[in-house]
């Protein structure tokens, strides 16, 4: 597609729910990354994958946090037993691999736990 | 944490130069600086990057100091869309996993007056 497009735009959960948050990077782009960003706040870096395999996950912030990329493309971040204070925009990027150029990032979910 | 320092706000007219300013004093020798900006309710916008010359793209010019240790982000001609947050982010050259991901600061939040 022309852009990073993100599924769903807005998500409201229970607290204690599972959810998934899709991302679709721009074709051809190797390097997919998730962050996730507070009110106010930078966005924080979660998870980096080069093809199908995670680079980088040490932003993940417990192990109810995963993230897949199966096929080297679509990527879904998983989060179980939902709480309040995973409330936050979720966003995603894309980039060409071996570049030192900038990233293309998504629109975000916004995620709401009650 | 974030190796970059930024006002929290600037002002500037429409039609005016918008010069937004980063101090990075511990940048490494192979870290690049990159700049992003982020408009309500949007994902980050990629704008430029540079290791130490200076560069121009149709959105921006940066202009790095010789000692590298700061940046100034030039908007020449400031509309009214330009109102966003404006991010100042080093990061290391390179495709190792470690190295890929970006640690953002709360950047400066510029407001572009009528």
């Known amino acids: 597609g022309a852009g990073v497009s993100q599924t769903p735009s807005n998500k409201v959960t229970e607290k204690g729910k599972y959810v998934e948050l899709r991302c679709d990077p721009i074709?051809?782009?190797?390097?997919l990354y998730w962050y996730r960003q507070s009110l106010g706040q930078g966005p924080e870096f979660l998870i980096y994958?080069?093809?199908?395999?995670?680079?980088?996950d040490s932003g993940l912030p417990n192990d109810r946090f995963f993230a897949v990329r199966p096929e080297g493309s679509v990527s879904t971040l998983k989060i179980q037993r939902t709480e309040r204070g995973d409330s936050a925009v979720y966003l995603c990027?894309?980039?060409?691999?071996?570049?030192?150029?900038?990233?293309?990032f998504g629109s975000g979910t916004r995620l709401t736990v009650v | 944490d974030a190796k970059t320092t930024q006002p929290p706000s600037m002002d500037c007219a429409e039609g005016r130069a918008a010069n937004l300013p980063c101090n990075h004093s511990?940048?490494?020798?192979?870290?690049?600086v990159y700049w992003y900006r982020q408009i309500h309710s949007q994902g980050p916008q990629y704008i430029i990057h540079?290791?130490?010359?200076?560069e121009t793209n149709e959105m921006a010019s940066l202009i790095i100091t010789e000692d590298r240790k700061s940046s100034t982000l030039i908007l020449p001609h400031a509309t009214l869309r330009d109102t966003a947050v404006y991010y100042c982010?080093?990061?290391?050259?390179?495709?190792?996993?470690?190295?890929?991901?970006?640690?953002w600061g709360l950047g400066t939040s510029l407001a572009v007056n009528p």
């Open positions: 074709s051809g782009h190797t390097a």
């Open positions: 511990t940048i490494s020798g192979n870290e690049y």
């Open positions: 994958f080069q093809g199908t395999g995670a680079a980088d």
């Open positions: 990027a894309s980039s060409s691999q071996g570049t030192d150029k900038g990233y293309t």
């Open positions: 982010i080093v990061r290391a050259a390179g495709g190792a996993g470690n190295n890929r991901k970006l640690i």
């Open positions: 540079g290791l130490k010359n200076n």
